[in-house]
């Protein structure tokens, strides 16, 4: 064994054959590996957890992804999505749209930040399920509430993030377009919105999070539909594995379309992020 | 021949060109010189005068470094003359026009490179002409011949992050040559490389500067680069910064840098310069 090893390295040849062999090893720590790996951890602790069992209405890994196949092959979960969905979607495209061009509107102009900044800072500091109530009271409990809800816990986030963003726009960027007669115009467009790019995104994706979480909130606490009515649904009827699927189905959602951002970012706007990444 | 002049004639016009660009210039072009800095004074909003009263003339068709030391206001008057910085009082001109704001005659390469991290070597040092609304396949062919010019083909598709400090500060004069200004400002642009790279740099900035023929103005704080590279040095006083005096060189530039480096002008020079600041400080 020893006499092998000792072998390989005095003879070249022997030593990038050792090199190829060893390669695996390189992809072991790539981070897509390290992500499966952590990933199976906690899932296996869940599965742990739920055998011991840390309580009766925590089921494990393995019969809540039972749970989740049935429901999704009886076709209840895309219904349910479906539902849950169209206020969520229409809420989060009117905090992104609405949200960024307030930010940066009052990123770019100190009259509107004065206007601004003191209303989102309170939204963002509220316990906006506190206004729920309120807000069934003033528009029912249709669809506008349960968009009024998305956009409540949405959009503080995107607002001041995309007002940092603007503000903090690298002065000597600024100061270099100018000297190159750039108009304001252009300065805006081709230096501020770029550069602001990364935390405006940051921005979208902590919003969206928030959006999904006002999504089910609204279900839970206006009228069980859509993902809120299986939760609730088997909550009452204590089919806890059932339950947990429909709330690692909205999780994966949620994730996966904060991944789409992250991606359409990297690609579309800010490409130099993505060799480095 | 090295000639002194004393800060009170600032405003006198140079009694000769300097050999290097002699061939190429009008005669008639230099009485004012390009650029007249007429009493500028300027004290920033927290009450720190920077500048006091200086009055200056730079020579069209030559570089002339503002040496000083660290803190002096010499970023502070080259963005004044720049039009991005509001003198608190007096006037420049720059061919024989009163400067309100930047215009296209004149352009910047930055102490701190502002290149935009999000943009390729074409694209930042296209910019200039993109603002101006050139189009792209024209400005890209101009960028890629500055591209070349500074030593960074083969990199127009690379990110600035990709480079390295000297490199990225070259891209900042691809950009400033490519809008084609007549005057050409730059902010201590070799400050950020090792001592190699910064002589590699000052030899290119003098071949840059014989085949483009246009006025210089360059900031620094080394006297041997100031020396070096300069027709013409302005030494600025501490802050609150006047002129104190104004040195012509004429070294022989077309030949083996070494040979400049080792010509006893050249050291007379330096000598001379340092003994003046060290009287100074003293
Ligand atoms: N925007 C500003 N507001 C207030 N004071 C400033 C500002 N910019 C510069 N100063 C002050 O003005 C003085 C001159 O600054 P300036 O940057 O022009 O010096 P400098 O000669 O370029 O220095 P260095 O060699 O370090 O680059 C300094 O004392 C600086 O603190
Ligand atoms: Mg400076």
Redesign the pocket.
Known sequence: MIGTGMNSLSTPPATVARAARFRPLAALVHPLTLRAVSFAIALLAWEIAGRWPVSPSFPPFSETATAFVALLSDGSLLRAFGVTLTPLAIGLAVSGAVGVGIGVAMGLDERVEWFGVPIFIVLQAAPLAALVPILVMAYGIGLLTKVSIVCIMAMPVIVLNSFKAVRHAPRSLIEMGTSFLGTRAQIIRKIILPAATPVIFAGLRLGAAAGFVGAVLAELLVTPTGIGDIITYNQSIADYPKMYAAIAAIIMVSVGFIEILGFVEQRFLRPETRRTA | MITTLPAGSAGMPPSAHPGRFGDGIPAAAAPDGIVEVRGISKT???G?E?LNNISLTFPEGALTSLL??????????LKIIAGLVAPTAGEILVKGRRVTGPGPERSFVF?DFALMPWATVLRNAAFGLELRGVARSEREAVAERYIEAVGLKGFEHKYPHELSGGMRQRVGLARALAVNADVVMM??PFSAVDEQTRRRFQEDLLRLVAQERKTFLF?T?SIEEAVYVSNRIVLLSR?PSRVQRIIEIDLPRDGDPDRIRRHPDYLDTVEDIWQGLRHYVE
């Open positions: 920033y909003g927290g720190v920077a000083g030391p660290s803190g002096c206001g010499k970023t502070t008057l102490q902010d201590e900031v704080h802050r």
